[in-house]
């Protein structure tokens, strides 16, 4: 059994940093892969990044290359997603996931509550 939750989220003006994070309040996250998912309102859930239960092994949403960076620290049991060039679209609450480090949702064990980014233009 896993439980996980999520932090880091706030009102943010365009072109600003965010870091999420999402800590394993119990249970080990050493053997899931991880992945960062995000609903933004009237839409459905979106794949953001994932990150092997290695480390070594990552994927991003097409959406989110070049901005979003992945990574675990298993010695602390958390998760992390770095988001740099915030805008608008980026805007919904951001979800954090163990399971088994696919990009579907439904591959997926278990799940934070979230946490709400806010970007305003």
């Known amino acids: 059994q896993v439980q996980l939750e999520e932090s880091g989220g706030g009102l943010v003006l365009a072109g600003g940093s965010l870091r999420l994070s999402c800590t394993a309040s119990?249970?080990?996250?050493?053997?899931?892969?991880l992945a960062w998912f995000r609903q933004a309102p009237g839409k459905e859930r979106e794949f953001v990044a994932t990150?092997?239960?290695?480390?070594?092994?990552?994927d991003y949403a097409d959406s989110v290359k070049g901005r979003f960076t992945i990574s675990r620290t298993n010695a602390k049991n958390t998760l992390h997603l770095k988001i740099n060039n915030l805008n608008p679209e980026d805007t919904a609450v951001y979800y954090c996931a163990a399971g088994a480090g696919a990009s579907s949702y439904n591959t997926y064990d278990y799940w934070g509550q979230g946490t709400q980014v806010t970007v305003s233009s």
């Open positions: 990150v092997s239960w290695t480390g070594v092994s990552t």
């Open positions: 119990r249970g080990s996250l050493s053997n899931y892969g």
